[in-house]
Every structure is written in structure tokens, then in C-alpha cells.
């Protein structure tokens, strides 16, 4: 990078966590799950979880002075002197292709003076033009696009919703479908975030698993050839991180915090009955531009997103929430962008805050080592190419997306 693109400047350490994690495990007794009265230093298979190959602290291990500080309040400041590069602003002009309605959820402010506050923001820290993923239909969505599109044409995009009332009714692939044409019309240039978390779009957990509403569903082939005509990508969201699935206990990889997503003792698709859904929807639907969010939810396993990336030339990737996957591999995440410059978008999906879009460009563009992240891993810079960062940042999105004039 260039040196006169870099201020250095203090950074403060990682912010705590949210609630606490259960203490216990599958290898311990109900009773030590719910008291923590085990020895876990003694369990074996915690010992290889906790130090791999090193079997051990190397120093005498037992009962310590931190013994009553809580995970959800660990926040450990590093003693690691290094680099600190403060990046104010994207190194190429970005559309950011994964947001969402923030400014109507922003608390003592009205949604109107919280958009154009946002909207400065966004200008400051090099955001061209945002997508919102509504994920709305009918009057909500008009309401939004008039929010949107009637104050700032220029720097939003608008996806729109799925239908998803009475989706047992005949009439249901012919609502869903003309509600889809009449958004377009009102301004929706793709559709999305559609999400499938284990118990369908309509994320009904009160329907019998036959009655659920999955992507691949025939009942949504009007729908999807609608998409397809109109040349409407979608934004679709399937499964989560596979921690969601694991228990929430000594073993679970993510904080407390995220444990609110943790589906362990959900009755939906497990993690892998999902990830395999997706083959499925592309294979299906070729001629639809299908962008799953998240790294398609499989950023800890990129030899399999490569494959699935090989296969079908249909799906595309944004990388919004998933600083971590790529923070925490920085050189695996480097080559897998750089493998396939063409296919990944840029996305945040965490709000409007000036210092998280600096954070995403510290991450992508800088090669600062050790530095704070949003879980408990640390991150380090992956110090991308030019090309790849201008193709991530606005040419993959300014190609695919459909940029029909409203």
C-alpha cells in the first residue's frame, strides 16, 4: 500500500461480548453442564480442543486469580506493539450491496433525519451507492421506496420481498409472482434478503416440515421465472455459521453474544441439509444471478465454496458479516479472492457507523497484523491487489446487478 494513505493512530481493545456461555459439554454430567463443577483440565478431548499439539500451557496449570472473570467480560487488551493503519476512506469508489432499512430502527431520531445522516456517512467513507435489502413487500415496501428513491435516487438501490401470506392457497405462485412485478415497477431492482435459516422464507416455525416454504419449493417456479424475466438477482441467505448449530458450551468457537442465533435445539434443517439446498436452487434456476450473502455461510470451509463456485456460474458471493472468516485466515482469504476476483461483492450488513466501514478497509486494504476483531479472533490485513479490491469493491456489482433506471 501507499505510504501516504496511512495514519496511525492509538486503537482501543476489543469491546466485551454479550451473555454468558453454558460451562457445560457433551463429555461432562448434566450436573457439571449447568454448576461448571468439572475439571475440564483433566477431559482429553478439551485438552486437544484447547492446545492442539503444544498438550499443555506449558506452566503448571489449576485454579487462578481470573477464575471468577466471565467470558462474556473477557476483553483482553494485546501487548503487541504494531502497525495501525487508519484508512478514512475506500481506495476505490464502493456499492455497498448488503444493507438494510437502519435508519428506521435508529432510535430518537425520525427515520428521514437518520437517512441523511447515514447518507453523509456513507460519502465520507467512500460508499457510492448502497443496496438496501428490504426484504418488503406491498405497502411496506412502497413506503420504503419512497423514503429511499424520492431522497436519494442516486446513492440506494432497492431489492424487495417474497410474498409469503397464505402459501398454501392455489393462488399463492401467481400472487407471489405479480406481487414480484409490481414491486419492480415501483423501483425493487433485485430481491432479497431471502433467508432459510431451517425452517423455510417464511421462517414459520409453526408449520409442519412439509408444509415449509424452502427455495427450491415448486411453488415458488413462478416466482423464480419472474425473477429470471425481469433479470432480478436475489439475495438469499441459507443456513448461518455452523457454530449456530453446536452446542452452547465450553466448545462453542463463537462469543456469548452470538449465541442469541444458536439453533442447537431448534427442530429446522440441520446445517448441512441447508448447505446442500443450495446446489439444488442453482442447478434449477441457471439463467437467475443468485448472490449468497454471507460467503454463502461457508467461509470457514473455502475449499468447499470453491467448488460450489466451479460449478455453477449462476452464484456470486458477498462477504458482508463475514469479516471474521476471512480476518482470521488472512492468507487462505487473500487467495480465494484473488482466485476468483470476479465473483465476490462487498457488503457490511452492521449498520451505518463511520468506524466500521474504516475497520472493513483496514481489513481488506492494509497488512496490519493482530488487531481487534467483532468475535474473539483477532484479525489481520490481507493487503488485497488493486484489481481484486476494484472488482470486490464496485466492478463485480456494477456488472451483474440490474441497474435499470426507476
Not at 4 to 18: D, P
Not at 52 to 72: A, E, F, T
Not at 295 to 301: P, S, T, Y
Amino acid at each position: 500500500m501507499k505510504k501516504n494513505r496511512r495514519n496511525f493512530l492509538k486503537l482501543a481493545g476489543m469491546s466485551a461480548a454479550g451473555a454468558s456461555i453454558l460451562p457445560g459439554c457433551n463429555s461432562g454430567t448434566t450436573e457439571d453442564a449447568k454448576t461448571g463443577s468439572k475439571n475440564w483440565n483433566s477431559d482429553p478431548e478439551w485438552r486437544e480442543v484447547k492446545y492442539g499439539g503444544w498438550s499443555g500451557p506449558g506452566v503448571p496449570d489449576g485454579p487462578g486469580p481470573m477464575d471468577s472473570v466471565l467470558l462474556k467480560d473477557y476483553a483482553p487488551k494485546s501487548s503487541v506493539v504494531g502497525q495501525k493503519t487508519f484508512l478514512p476512506k475506500a481506495k476505490y469508489s464502493t456499492i455497498d450491496v448488503h444493507v438494510h432499512n437502519y435508519p428506521g430502527r435508529a432510535e430518537e431520531k425520525e427515520p428521514e433525519s437518520a437517512l441523511a445522516e447515514w447518507v453523509n456517512t456513507q460519502r465520507e467513507a467512500g460508499i457510492n451507492t448502497s443496496v438496501v435489502l428490504t426484504g418488503a413487500t406491498g405497502d411496506e415496501f412502497d413506503k420504503l421506496a419512497e423514503m429511499y428513491l424520492g431522497s436519494f435516487p442516486d446513492q440506494f438501490q432497492l431489492y424487495c420481498g417474497l410474498e409469503k401470506t397464505d402459501i398454501d392457497n392455489p393462488d399463492y405462485p401467481e400472487r407471489a409472482a405479480s406481487e414480484l412485478e409490481r414491486c419492480y415497477k415501483k423501483g425493487a431492482r433485485g430481491v432479497g434478503e431471502l433467508s432459510d435459516k431451517g425452517f423455510g422464507l417464511t421462517r414459520d416455525k409453526s408449520l409442519a416440515p412439509d408444509k415449509r416454504l424452502h427455495a427450491d419449493d415448486a411453488r415458488l417456479n413462478l416466482f423464480w421465472n419472474k425473477c429470471a424475466e425481469l433479470k432480478l438477482p436475489v439475495n438469499i441467505h441459507i443456513a448461518d455459521h455452523p457454530s449456530s448449530w453446536q452446542l452452547p458450551d465450553v466448545f462453542q468457537e463463537r462469543t456469548p453474544v452470538f449465541q442469541r442465533f444458536n439453533k442447537h435445539d431448534d427442530k429446522g434443517l440441520s446445517f448441512e441439509d441447508l448447505i446442500t439446498s443450495l446446489p439444488r436452487l442453482l442447478a434449477k434456476h441457471p439463467n437467475i444471478t443468485f448472490i449468497a450473502c454471507h460467503l454463502a455461510n461457508l467461509g470457514h470451509d473455502l475449499t468447499r465454496l470453491e467448488k460450489t463456485l466451479d460449478e455453477f456460474p449462476n452464484l456470486y458471493l458477498d462477504i458482508s458479516a463475514r469479516d471474521y472468516e476471512v480476518g482470521r485466515q488472512p492468507r487462505r482469504g487473500a487467495k480465494f479472492l484473488t482466485k476468483y476476483p470476479s465473483r465476490v461483492l462487498f457488503g457490511t450488513d452492521m449498520g451505518m457507523d463511520k468506524g466500521m466501514y474504516q475497520n472493513w478497509w483496514r481489513l481488506l486494504e492494509s497488512d496490519d497484523e493482530y488487531f481487534e476483531g467483532r468475535v474473539w479472533w483477532r484479525y489481520y490485513g490481507l493487503e488485497l491487489p488493486d484489481s481484486v479490491l476494484q472488482a470486490l469493491y464496485h466492478d463485480n456489482a456494477k456488472r451483474i446487478m440490474n441497474w435499470t433506471t426507476v
